[in-house]
């Protein structure tokens, strides 16, 4: 296994939103709890002087067929 580490640096608040609120269970949000991300989310951005920063790690496995 290889593994790359790298981080995200988010500066669009909505990047966020559109992206967790594409798939379950962000989807089937009612607007109350779509208002409230929202706000969480701005939080946060607050939070880091406007930019999010996220950990990402992607892994690799290789494997070969013996006979």
Known sequence: MAQHPARLRITEPE?????LTSY???DGASEAQ?????EAIARAFE???GVLEVAKEAGLFLSRKTD
């Open 34 to 38: 779509l208002t409230e991300f929202r």
């Open 47 to 49: 939070e880091g002087k």
């Open 24 to 26: 379950p269970p962000g």
């Open 15 to 19: 990047d966020v939103f559109l992206a």
